[in-house]
């Protein structure tokens, strides 16, 4: 079945780096649109980044253009997320999420990974 | 950015009940409209995309409707695995942006 699963979370101090990984499982992984969403109490759900199945297409949020990359190896089928200068209002459950359309952009997630917690903190 | 206003922010119900939840989009969105549902503890499922076209293995007894800037999920009649947080997406506009979120509790 359709599965991703991410990994890479942890306590991290404000300043700091992480790379946050998604591995996927049950699909033709490379014809996909994959994106990154992040949850938390205070801000609720915010869409972060998407790449395209070739990886040529990336788009950002405005609000984390310039410390968040977002990248694929489609040889491991697999979706990244490096964040850099990582603040405390970075603090989330990540979710990676594949578009729900074939080949193309829907903005429609479907499935979502379980999830992996960032805490910023010192 | 379109923003995305749900209401109400929670709800209690019983089994049984008619529940309906209001999401207006900040401008017309036609019917890019999805609902997700949200247990906790676990990620967001996708249960109705381009506001009235449910996903598989959906209960019928979702419903979703609206066009341009006010949309309704409905539950005609409340199951205990229905008791979840709901959230609604607009994908008009990049970048998507959702609702803050119904909760549904047990009355």
């Known amino acids: 079945q359709v599965q991703l699963v991410e990994s890479g979370g942890g306590l991290v101090r404000p300043g700091g780096s992480l790379r946050l990984s998604c591995e996927a499982s049950g699909f033709t992984f490379s014809d996909y649109y994959m994106s990154w969403i992040r949850q938390t109490p205070g801000k609720g759900l915010e869409w972060i980044a998407y790449?395209?199945?070739?990886?040529?297409?990336?788009h950002y949020a405005d609000s984390v253009k310039g410390r968040f990359t977002i990248s694929r190896d489609n040889a491991k089928n697999s979706v990244y997320l490096q964040i850099t200068n990582l603040r405390v209002e970075d603090t989330a459950v990540y979710y990676c999420a594949r578009d729900h359309l074939r080949y193309n952009w829907s903005g429609w997630f479907d499935p979502w990974g379980q999830g992996t917690l960032v805490t910023v903190s010192s | 950015d379109i923003q995305m206003t749900q209401s109400p922010s929670s709800l209690s119900a019983s089994i049984g009940d008619r529940v309906t939840i209001t999401c207006r989009a900040s401008?017309?969105?036609?019917?890019?409209l999805n609902w997700y549902q949200q247990k906790p503890g676990k990620a967001p499922q996708l249960l109705i995309s381009a506001t009235s076209s449910l996903q598989d293995g959906v209960p019928s007894r979702f419903s979703g409707s609206g066009s341009g800037t006010d949309f309704t999920l409905t539950i005609s009649s409340l199951q205990p695995e229905d008791f979840a947080t709901y959230y609604c997406?607009?994908?008009?506009?990049?970048?998507?942006?959702f609702g803050g979120g119904t909760k549904v509790e047990i009355k």
């Open positions: 997406q607009q994908t008009y506009s990049t970048p998507p942006t």
């Open positions: 401008q017309a969105i036609s019917t890019h």
């Open positions: 790449i395209s199945g070739s990886g040529y297409t990336i």
